[in-house]
């Protein structure tokens, strides 16, 4: 079975750009988090989606938004980019029930640079 | 809110020696989740162990094993038997058990060498 799945993997961007990144969880699962993973620190918790509804945000400020679709997939778009915001930027998703605490599986990341 | 602390930038360790990385954490919640993921040059973060608050024996994973001190809110990670594809980061993370809820915060990473 595939794991989770990230596009771009790698994409340049200019500042005051849109991005958009996309993510396909694990068959079966039903919950999508977005992390940022800025060079030399751990990664910063987004967004976390789970039946199409927001079930958590990140201290991120309204340029950062996302979206889950009917299939579990989901967006993360980011607009007016700034530099600050070249980072790995890392998928993870989960069945999201209770049973057994989910295990939470992350995806290989798309790296952003911002010029 | 809840802060999780790696206070090992870096360690070092011979390969097939025994080596020990630190994490604490600050909650005030009584029932969550503790994680240790390791992240190679891939990027891909990498489930290594995780260990249910609730329980108090410590999990372990073959050569992976955990030291969680609950009232001290402490979590190490031992590892034996150390080999040359374990050299990453490693990082500490902490989620709660609330339904529903599963974001997860990390620490700042320890990142191990391993030497030949």
């Known amino acids: 079975d595939a794991g989770v799945t990230q596009s771009p993997t790698h994409l340049i961007k200019t500042r005051g750009q849109h991005v958009t990144l996309r993510c396909s969880p694990i068959?079966?699962?039903?919950?999508v988090s977005w992390y940022q993973q800025v060079l030399g620190q751990g990664p910063q918790f987004i967004f976390q989606?789970?039946?199409?509804?927001?079930?958590g945000r990140g201290n991120f400020p309204d340029r950062f938004s996302a979206r889950q679709f009917p299939n579990y997939s989901s967006e993360l778009n980011v607009n007016a980019l700034l530099l600050g915001d070249s980072a790995l930027y890392l998928c993870?998703?989960?069945?999201?029930?209770?049973?057994?605490?989910?295990?939470?599986?992350f995806g290989e990341g798309s790296w952003l640079t911002v010029v | 809110a809840q802060t999780v602390t790696q206070s090992q930038p870096e360690m070092s360790v011979q390969e097939a020696e025994t080596v020990t990385l630190s994490c604490t954490y600050d909650?005030?919640?009584?029932?969550?989740?503790l994680f240790w993921y390791k992240q190679p040059p891939s990027r891909q973060m990498i489930l290594v162990i995780r260990?249910?608050?609730?329980?108090?024996q410590n999990a372990t994973e073959n050569r992976f094993s955990v030291n969680f001190q609950k009232a001290a809110k402490s979590f190490s990670l031992k590892i034996s038997d150390s080999q040359l594809g374990d050299a990453a980061m490693y990082f500490c993370?902490?989620?709660?058990?609330?339904?529903?809820?599963?974001?997860?915060?990390f620490g700042t990473g320890t990142r191990l060498t391993i030497i030949p």
């Open positions: 993870a998703s989960s069945l999201g029930q209770r049973l057994s605490g989910n295990t939470i599986y």
């Open positions: 068959s079966g699962h039903k919950s």
């Open positions: 989606y789970y039946e199409k509804e927001e079930r």
């Open positions: 909650t005030s919640e009584s029932d969550y989740y």
């Open positions: 260990q249910e608050a609730y329980k108090q």
């Open positions: 993370a902490y989620r709660s058990a609330n339904f529903g809820n599963e974001k997860l915060t």
